[in-house]
């Protein structure tokens, strides 16, 4: 299958970082620094949804602005000891792409972002965070801004996410969608493409300069 494009917006957590074992260390160990247990945890969907909505499921809004403090600390000092790497042909991906063609769009803040992807060594020109947008996933804002900092249209990107509330979001910004199954069994995923990881895409760039997204199988 062949998909045509001008840019691709790529979530970063399990879509281009596997980042999930320093998540629930970094959450753990934040949790139990406010007597949670991981079960409590656990009730809340957390995949592509803000620290800050999450948070706000779990405490009273008075311990709010403070405990996010204390969870980027968590976040960041995890990344950095080494605890995130690339999901499968994310480098190899990123690297046939011209650098102006793409962009991440996550709903962690900038300095947790910027510590899991450049752990990975995955350095981005540009990034839209939960800090840039007033709405979250599945809102399509994040993606929309990411296509105007591109300067390319809308309809003419492809994203690519692991989360169905990333996947929503970029549906409702008329985007074509690539699935990863690298959280969510294919059955919860409702994109154009669904695939294992990123090894199953490959692109070419056109004498145009558009692109041309391959999906093996």
């Known amino acids: 299958m062949r998909l045509p494009a001008d840019a691709l917006l790529f979530d970063s957590d ?4 596997s980042s999930l074992h320093s998540v629930v260390r970094a959450w753990t160990r934040w949790a139990q620094s406010y007597g949670l247990t991981p079960a409590d945890v656990a009730r ?5 949804r803000p620290a800050a909505a999450i948070v706000a499921e779990l405490l009273p809004a008075e311990q709010v602005a403070q ?3 204390r969870l ?10 080494g605890g995130v790497v690339p999901v499968p042909g994310a480098v190899e991906l990123l690297a046939s792409l011209p ?3 793409w962009a991440v769009v996550t709903s962690a803040n900038r300095r947790v972002a910027g510590a899991r992807l450049g752990q990975a060594g995955i350095h981005p020109k540009f990034l839209v965070t939960v800090d840039d947008i007033t709405h979250h ?9 990411a296509a105007e900092q591109l300067g390319v249209d809308p309809a003419r990107c492809v994203v690519v996410e692991d989360a169905p509330a990333g996947l929503a979001a970029g549906r ?10 690298t959280t969510h069994r294919a059955q919860e995923l409702e994109a154009d493409v669904t695939v294992a990881d990123l090894t199953a895409l490959s692109v070419q760039v056109m004498g145009d300069g558009r692109l041309e997204i391959s999906v093996a199988g």
Do not use: S, Y
């Open 14 to 17: 399990e879509t281009l970082v």
């Open 44 to 48: 809340v969907e957390v995949h592509g």
């Open 67 to 69: 405990a996010l403090v």
């Open 72 to 81: 980027e600390e968590a976040e960041v000092a995890d990344a950095a000891a």
């Open 99 to 101: 650098v102006d063609r």
């Open 137 to 145: 996933k599945p809102h399509p804002e994040p993606f929309l801004l």
């Open 172 to 181: 409702a910004a008329g985007m074509a969608t690539i699935a990863l199954t």
